[in-house]
C-alpha cells in the first residue's frame, strides 16, 4: 500500500509549525517542529514535518543530534548541503548562547559614575547626542543605547523611545545623558 504524502499547503494553518511558533512562541513546539523549521522544506515524498521527524529518530533525539556533522547529516536522504548546513548553524548558535557569560558590569554608584561611562565617546561628538544608561537592580549597566542625534545644538527626544527600550531590557532605573555642544557666534 503506498503511503500517504500529506503536503505543508494541505495542513491547516494553525498546525504548520512556523505559524506555531508565531503565535505561542518557540517553547511550545517539539523538537521536530523546530528542526521542520530550520530544514525549511521536505521533497517530492515527504513533507518537511515528515523529513525532521526522520531526522530526529535518526540521532535518538538532540543528545545526538547536538553532536551531528556535515556527513552524517548529508547521509540522511532528503538532507542536502544547505539543508545540513542550516542545521548545524543552529546548533553552533545555541551551543554559543549557552556557553555566554555576561560581561563584568559596570556599577553606578554616583551621577559622577554614569557621566564617566559615556564621557569620553561624548565630548568628542558634533551632534547633540541623546543616550540612555539601562540599570538592573544591583545598579550594574545592562545596556546603553543612543536614543537620538540632534542637530548641532538641538536634540528632541520623545519618552516613549526612552522607556519602550526600559520595558524591553527590563531595566530597573534608566539614566539618560546628553552632551551639551557649546556652539559660538
Do not use: W
Not at 57 to 85: C, D, N, Q, Y
Not at 118 to 123: I, K, P, S
Not at 173 to 178: E, G, N, Q
Request: glycine share 4%; hydrophobic share 40%.
Amino acid at each position: 500500500m503506498p503511503k500517504l504524502h500529506v503536503k505543508m499547503k494541505d495542513i491547516p494553518k494553525q498546525d504548520r509549525p512556523r505559524e506555531r511558533l508565531i503565535e505561542f512562541g518557540a517553547s511550545a513546539l517539539s523538537n521536530q517542529e523546530l528542526l521542520a523549521i530550520l530544514i525549511g522544506s521536505g521533497t517530492r515524498k515527504e513533507s518537511v514535518q515528515e523529513l525532521a521527524s526522520r531526522v530526529y529518530s535518526h540521532f535518538e533525539g538532540v543528545e545526538l543530534l547536538r553532536e551531528a556533522t556535515l556527513e552524517e547529516l548529508t547521509t540522511i536522504k532528503g538532507i542536502g548541503m544547505v539543508k545540513a548546513v542550516s542545521i548545524l548553524a543552529a546548533i553552533e548558535l545555541g551551543n554559543r548562547v549557552n556557553r555566554f557569560k555576561m560581561p563584568d558590569r559596570f556599577v553606578v554608584r554616583s551621577p559622577k559614575d554614569g557621566a564617566d561611562f559615556v564621557m569620553e565617546e561624548l565630548r568628542l561628538q558634533k551632534q547633540e547626542h541623546f543616550v540612555v544608561l539601562f540599570l538592573n537592580t544591583k545598579n550594574h549597566i545592562v545596556h546603553r543605547q543612543t536614543i537620538f542625534i540632534g542637530s548641532l545644538n538641538a536634540s528632541i527626544v520623545h519618552p516613549r523611545e526612552v522607556f519602550r527600550e526600559a520595558v524591553k531590557r527590563s531595566a530597573a532605573s534608566i539614566i539618560c545623558v546628553h552632551n551639551h555642544r557649546a556652539t559660538r557666534s
